[in-house]
Every structure is written in structure tokens, then in C-alpha cells.
């Protein structure tokens, strides 16, 4: 069953390090508990958005460089 992982603060979300650079993750990766799944940017400061379970990705909720809110989905992992 899968779970929505949901953004730890507001900013921006990003699924790569830098414009042009793959994205850390995609629908159907493997995920490993200490993963870097993306970054959210506030500020000028980025925070990475780390695993805290294994499973699999099964599908973002935003895109890349979306406006996120505390509290909002992320992306759904299956264990």
C-alpha cells in the first residue's frame, strides 16, 4: 500500500541538483531509507528531502520547481 510523503517546510521544489542534471529520483526508482528524493529551496537555502522508509516511487504529486507548502503531498512510496 503506498504511503504520500508530504513537504517538511514550504519553498520551492526541485527533483535535480541543477537545471540540465538528472533528477535524484523517478516513478518506479528503488528508494533506500537516507535517499535524497529532491530539494526544497527557501531562501537561497536548500534542504534535501531525505527517505525515511524503503520502497519504491510511485508517482510525484508536484513537479519540478512547484511551489510547495508545509504539509503538502510530495510523492507516494510503496513499501
Known amino acids: ?7 517538511p517546510l514550504p519553498g520551492t521544489f526541485y527533483r535535480a541538483a541543477a537545471p540540465g542534471e538528472p533528477p535524484f ?3 518506479g526508482d528503488a528508494v533506500a531509507v537516507g535517499d ?3 530539494l526544497i529551496e527557501v ?3 536548500f534542504t534535501p528531502v531525505v527517505a525515511e522508509e524503503a ?10 520547481e ?6 503538502q503531498p ?6
Open 55 to 64: 520502497g519504491t516511487l510511485v508517482a510525484f504529486h508536484v513537479e519540478n
Open 36 to 38: 535524497t528524493i529532491g
Open 66 to 71: 512547484d511551489a510547495v507548502m508545509a504539509g
Open 74 to 79: 510530495l510523492y507516494d512510496l510503496d513499501a
Open 1 to 7: 500500500m503506498a504511503k504520500t510523503i508530504q513537504a
Open 25 to 27: 529520483k523517478s516513478e
Open 43 to 45: 531562501m537561497k537555502s
